[in-house]
């Protein structure tokens, strides 16, 4: 077995692999979608690792550009030489675990990362959806409903939702960097047609997009409904809109990850099944690993 950094010339080789895994790998897919295997600090790239025996490529790890390392290596001892040429080259902070939780485990354990370094750290359900089988409910006709993307008028909205999401659902810090965060991810989505808005009475009440979208599947995320409009099934209706919408223009699968209640009701009213488990582990502040982590 042997581990090398990959570069371009690798794309299709690494793309075939994850796609033997592509409901736990649609982070890593979506990225080198966007900017192929390119390593630079702009977003979306990230260092990529790859092990191989003889010539097969066999597991994956990924250092991303906002710190955050992914891996697809489901033998453990692949996994284990993975880590290990990570440890000895990496040079940027970690900010971030994310991955099948048995992996994402191994790689929190090997990197000497405790507990109490992270601000959120979560094994959330992950689900599956058919768009053949997607249900689609239906809410009281008696209120003029809308599906639209969002537009240059809801930019405060949009970032106040946004500013809400990342407190509340991923335990984000307060503060000028989340504000810097919140305002360039808003910008983004003014110019995405993968970010939708439910507007009732136009009024808007629900956001729902997709963090991965790829010809043939999509990952759902983030979904949000300010607190004064929940439980009314909005959230529910809009991701089935546009995952209607996906399915017209060939996406077949659906896949997301959740831990509450409410919207794990919310996604298997629509046909979401679950398929297995995701580990979401993010750090209070990024750690550079000391040379003793490193054996």
């Known amino acids: 077995m042997r581990v090398r950094r990959l570069g371009m010339d690798d794309y299709a080789q690494l793309e075939q692999f994850l796609r033997q895994h592509r409901e736990t790998s649609l982070f890593i897919l979506g990225n080198m979608n966007r900017v192929g295997l390119a ?22 790890l990924v250092h991303y550009w906002n710190g955050n390392v992914m891996m697809q290596a489901p033998n453990p001892e692949h996994l284990t030489y993975l ?34 370094q992270f601000r959120l750290q979560r094994a959330e359900q992950l689900y599956a959806l058919n768009l053949n089988q997607l249900i689609s409910p239906v809410l009281d006709a008696a209120f003029e409903l809308k599906v639209v993307h969002p537009r240059a008028e809801y930019r405060e909205l949009l ?12 335990h984000a810090q307060a503060g000028a960097a989340l504000e810097r965060r919140v305002a360039a991810t808003v910008e983004v989505w003014l110019r995405s047609t993968e970010i939708y808005l439910l507007e009732v009475n136009q009024q808007p009440v629900a956001l729902s997009g997709f963090s991965v979208s790829l010809p043939d599947i999509v990952q759902v995320g983030p979904v949000w409904t300010p607190p004064s409009q929940r439980n009314r099934a909005y959230a529910r209706y809009l991701v089935a809109q546009s995952l209607a919408a996906a399915k017209e223009r060939g ?10 209640p409410p919207a794990i009701k919310a996604y298997t009213a629509i046909g979401f099944r679950s398929i297995g ?7 209070h502040e990024p750690q550079l690993l000391a040379s003793n982590h490193i054996h």
């Open 277 to 283: 488990q995701y580990r979401l582990a993010l750090l």
């Open 251 to 260: 996406v077949q699968t659906a896949i997301l990850f959740t831990d509450t």
């Open 83 to 116: 880590i290990h040429t990570f440890q000895k080259t990496v040079k940027r902070p970690i900010a971030g675990i994310l991955g099948v939780v048995e992996q994402a485990d191994q790689v929190i354990t090997a990197l000497g990362l405790h507990p109490a």
């Open 39 to 60: 390593q630079s600090d702009q977003a979306y790239h990230g260092d990529y690792w790859g092990l191989f025996q003889q010539e097969e490529l066999s597991g994956v």
């Open 159 to 170: 970032q106040t939702w946004l500013r809400a999401y990342e407190l509340e659902a991923l």
